[in-house]
């Protein structure tokens, strides 16, 4: 039997494993192929499930709080400042490619999120992710890839920007033309460039979910039957299924291990808890003038000496508390943080939706969920609803419950587990549920590399 000498890794943005194993596996002759050699099942995602932190988490093998980076913006200090984008600068931890390559191996990493602006880049090849502002940045390392991507499929698509549109068909038809591209770039490279691991990310699932949820799902409060839409999310996943077939073709399967991966799943977004706003009537957060009419939350319009807590919006919710000798004006005394965070779980967890059913919401203390807490941390992290519900952080909203994204038209949550299969003739065939935290320390282990003591997962080889 041949020995693993390179790994694979398909990563496919908030892929759902439910569509993918439970559903629509026969429509994915690749993917059901590659179920038919290895492992597969679903993959615990981190908390929060959300694409940055998650991806460095799974190539580092550390939680959010061990980085230090717990979701796309994070506050750099304890004042009233605002928040700022979590790039790769925030990224202090190694990461499989760094690790590989002080041994030696070479990589391809295409897409990852969290490797812009490109700094210390492991040797072979790195394009950069969808965080990226545009192609006229330094997006490839060695720069000079740029030309040749250039050569290869014209204008190279980072994201689809302004993907929460009502344009549904120019939506849909950009998404296919952004995953075309990637995995034309990702099939060159593979073609043309010495590696040892290759890590690719497509963002496509994921905005697709976004987009076109509402037209599959039956169960969502805006399914509207023989709509137009209505297979586009079945009928994308059969299309990357054929582009992950293209790629397997120029790889040697013998000597090769390949993952898919996702770093969450999703999952029907029933609608949106008005986080500042609930505060406010608690009395928790005060604003200096009464709010009228629905507006972004700005730090300068709250009264800081009235005020005990604030949110902020996105797929999960972060709660900061206002506290005494950590915040400029804090309010909170040092002696009542502890007792005061515990009723604010309390109420969080016995929130009602809008029909006055126990909405299932749950609040975390980041010291109780990671190993170690870094940087600025939320008090609590809190999932709304089991992710049925997302966190909305604009004040003025008519009631706490709203049913219209605060950025724009979306119809998917994430979801806690994302999906994995792992395959090589090696391999037994089962389906076995495993973390994120694993793929780092099994791909090392499969290369032949030691597995650093301070990974959270362990490896399944």
């Known amino acids: 039997m041949s020995r693993i000498e390179k790994v694979a890794i398909i990563g496919l943005d908030c892929a759902e494993p439910s569509l993918v194993f439970e559903k629509w596996l026969d429509d994915l002759p690749n993917l059901r192929r590659l179920t038919q050699a290895g492992l597969y ?35 750099k200090d304890n004042t009233y400042e605002g928040l700022r984008i979590a790039t790769n600068l925030e990224v202090r931890e190694p990461r499989i490619w760094d690790i590989l390559g002080r041994a030696g191996k070479q990589s391809i990493t295409v ?4 490797t812009f602006p490109i700094v210390r880049p492991p040797p072979g090849c790195q394009i950069t992710s969808f965080l990226t502002p545009s192609v006229e ?5 060695p720069p000079q890839l ?24 120019w939506l849909l038809d950009q998404i296919y033309e952004m995953t075309d591209k990637r995995f034309k770039v990702c099939r060159h490279l ?10 690719m990310v497509e963002m496509g699932p994921d905005r697709i979910h976004h987009g076109f949820w509402q037209f599959m799902d039956k169960a969502h409060h805006r399914y509207k039957p023989g709509n137009p839409f209505e297979n586009a999310i079945h009928d994308y996943y059969v299309y990357t299924d054929k582009l992950i077939g293209e790629l397997l073709e120029v790889m040697d399967v013998e000597t090769t291990a390949v993952w898919v991966v996702s770093d969450h799943g999703s999952k029907r977004m ?60 804090g309010t909170v005394p040092e002696r009542e943080y502890e007792s005061f965070r515990d009723e604010l779980v309390a109420k969080i967890e016995a929130l009602p939706d809008h029909e006055g059913q126990p909405m299932g919401s749950r609040a975390y203390k980041p010291e109780d969920i990671y190993d170690q807490v870094r940087n600025v941390a939320p008090d609590l992290v809190v999932i709304f ?8 952080g604009t004040v003025g909203n008519p009631d706490v419950y709203t049913f219209e994204n605060d950025t724009g038209p979306d119809d998917a ?5 994302g999906m994995y299969i792992l395959s090589h003739a090696s391999l037994p065939t089962e389906r076995r549920d495993v973390s994120l935290y694993d793929v780092a320390p099994t791909t090392l282990k499969m290369m032949g590399h030691p597995v650093p003591d301070d990974m959270r997962g362990t490896a399944l080889v």
Request: glycine share 12%; hydrophobic share 35%; with cysteine.
């Open 41 to 75: 099942g679903n993959l615990e995602s981190c908390i929060p499930p959300i694409t940055v932190p998650a991806w460095t988490c799974m190539a580092a093998s550390k939680d959010p709080g061990t980085l230090g980076i717990y979701g796309f913006r994070n506050r």
């Open 111 to 114: 897409g990852v999120p969290q």
């Open 137 to 141: 940045s330094e997006y490839t390392s």
């Open 146 to 169: 740029k030309r040749e991507i250039a050569e290869v499929v014209g204008e190279y698509m980072l994201d689809v920007k302004g993907f929460r549109t009502e344009n549904k068909q």
């Open 190 to 199: 593979l073609t043309t460039k010495p590696w040892d691991l290759f890590w």
């Open 270 to 329: 029933d609608g949106g808890f008005c986080f500042n706003d609930w505060l406010i009537r608690e009395g928790l957060l005060v604003m200096k003038e009464p709010v009228s009419g629905k507006r972004k939350f700005n730090f300068a319009d709250v009264d800081w000496s009235k005020t005990k807590v604030w949110g902020e919006g996105g797929y999960y919710g972060r709660c900061f508390i206002n506290r005494a000798g950590r915040e400029p004006r």
């Open 385 to 392: 609803g089991d992710l049925r519900w997302r966190s909305v």
């Open 413 to 417: 949550n994430h979801a806690q587990q």
